[in-house]
């Protein structure tokens, strides 16, 4: 593990590999130890830089918003520090809003972009009255939401099945820090629209849903690829793609990698 500051915020990191660049951004109440099952395999042939954002993690807080631009700008402060031009982004949730925020603001440093269970799209009206009360329930009772939180991630099938797997990843959103979650809830709720990326990017871009998805309804994704030429992949379950279909997105991923 690597830290660096940012802006008087210490930032943690890591760095292993050689090859091609891939920089790996966590989703909301995450940290970078969510990539660990997919390092071992994609390592061998890549460079893998995976990040603690702003307020997650080992990474201090910035402010009271962490807007995807801040997060973004922060991205661009590690791989300027280790000398990285050219990067491919896999972003899980909040981390591929980060991606796109990324790829809008430094388009020459991006080599390819995979968004997991992720959306181009802005929060709709209804979405951003969901953060708002999401703020003031984690104000309340701060255990209390983030393990509801983590449980409705999952599809309604695995909630049953893979609950150990579930309490690990209730552990591990526990060490976000109050702060860290408003933040970020604040700055998923302001974030724009990027769907033109998605039409006229000049990198590959391959996008992974579930199918039971609860967070982002799997229709509504559907639309903002169309006539667009982003691959498209669909996992049978919810939210987690790298717990609930760990197998098939790290062949998905190395396939990805493979074509860049």
């Not at 280790?82 to 080599?111: C, D, Q, T, W």
């Not at 109050?178 to 996008?207: C, N, S, T, W, Y």
């Not at 992974?208 to 903002?224: F, P």
């Amino acid at each position: 593990m690597k830290t660096t500051i940012y802006k008087n915020t210490k930032i943690s990191f890591t760095d292993q590999g050689k090859g091609t660049a891939v920089v790996f951004l966590h989703g909301f109440l995450e940290n970078k130890t969510m990539w660990d099952a997919f390092i071992p395999d994609l390592v061998k042939k890549n460079r893998i830089i995976t990040i603690d954002l702003l307020g997650h993690g080992d990474s201090e807080c910035l402010g009271y918003v962490h807007s995807m631009e801040d997060q973004a700008d922060m991205v661009q402060a590690i791989l300027h520090e280790l000398k990285i031009r050219k990067a491919v982004f896999i972003g899980h949730s909040m981390g591929g809003y980060i991606a796109l925020a990324f790829a809008e603001l430094y388009p020459e440093n991006i080599k390819g972009l995979v968004l997991l269970n992720s959306t181009s799209r802005a929060d709709s009206n209804e979405r951003k009255v969901n953060r708002d009360r999401a703020i003031v329930a984690v104000k309340q009772n701060y255990t209390n939401f983030v393990r509801m939180s983590i449980a409705n991630l999952f599809s309604e099938d695995n909630r049953k099945k893979m609950i150990d797997d579930i309490e690990k990843v209730k552990l591990e959103a526990l060490k976000t820090p109050l702060q860290g979650i408003v933040a970020a809830l604040e700055g998923m709720k302001i974030r724009i629209d990027r769907e033109v990326i998605l039409h006229f990017a000049p990198f590959p871009i391959q996008l992974i849903l579930g199918k039971k998805d609860g967070v982002l309804i799997y229709e509504e994704n559907l639309e903002q690829i169309e006539g667009t030429k982003v691959k498209l992949t669909t996992f049978p379950d919810g939210h987690m793609s790298h717990i609930e279909n760990q197998f098939e997105l790290k062949k998905v991923l190395l396939s990805f990698l493979k074509g860049i």
